[in-house]
T-cell receptor, first 114, second 113 residues
């Protein structure tokens, strides 16, 4: 079956512009995560959605970052007024949130802010 | 805050050799521990998941162990192959809240033909 998909695969933008990154989770997965992988920083958690509950935004680095999940499926991560330090690979993962909660990752979106 | 460390950062071995990758974590109150493989420019592929109540999991040539009391996990790769070359990441899932993963910085493995 289809895995987690993300678009675009690459995004180059100018400093100060807004960007939107999209994630399509595995069908039926109720939990969705966004992570960021920066050079020298490793992978860090950004935000978590579980069903219809309020998202856990505790990992968002600033108020320029926001995310939505419409209809419990597709999610969009928005970065406003991008800065060079936002350059990273943004990874999305989904899980059934059951006993094992195994997370399955998409291929990521590589964001470059010039 | 959970901190996950992986040693070594990089490892080169000749083809056919058995090897062990190490992962340590500071908070033993984890929900599970997951090992991933990441190829250059690609996303993460889940290899093994060990629940907090388990001590090990096996898949083919891979075996992962978990010792919560000492805060350690190991990934054993038997009879390594050049196709095993990749970065291996371990991640501990926290027990409460977002259940997000805390990742180590990875071990870059190169298997030399």
């Amino acid at each position: 079956g289809a895995g987690v998909s993300q678009s675009p695969s690459n995004k180059v933008t100018e400093k100060g512009k807004d960007v939107e990154l999209r994630c399509d989770p595995i069908s039926g997965h109720t939990a969705l995560y966004w992570y960021r992988q920066s050079l020298g920083q490793g992978l860090e958690f950004l935000i978590y959605f579980q069903g219809n509950s309020a998202p856990d935004k505790s990992g968002l680095p600033s108020d320029r970052f926001s995310a939505e999940r419409t209809g419990g499926s597709v999610s969009t991560l928005t970065i406003q007024r991008t800065q060079q330090e936002d350059s990273a690979v943004y990874l999305c993962a989904s899980s059934l949130a059951g006993l094992t909660n195994e997370q399955f990752f998409g291929p990521g979106t590589r964001l470059t802010v010039l | 805050k959970q901190e996950v460390t992986q040693i070594p950062a990089a490892l080169s071995v000749p083809e056919g050799e058995n090897l062990v990758l190490n992962c340590s974590f500071t908070d033993s109150a984890i929900y599970n521990l997951q090992w991933f493989r990441q190829d250059p420019g690609k996303g993460l592929t889940s290899l093994l998941l060990i629940q907090s109540s388990q001590r090990e999991q096996t898949s083919g040539r891979l075996n992962a162990s978990l010792d919560k009391s000492s805060g350690r996990s190991t990934l054993y790769i038997a009879a390594s192959q050049p196709g095993d070359s990749a970065t291996y990441l371990c991640a501990a899932e926290r027990r409460t809240g977002a259940n997000n993963l805390f990742f180590g910085t990875g071990t870059r493995l190169t298997v030399i033909p």
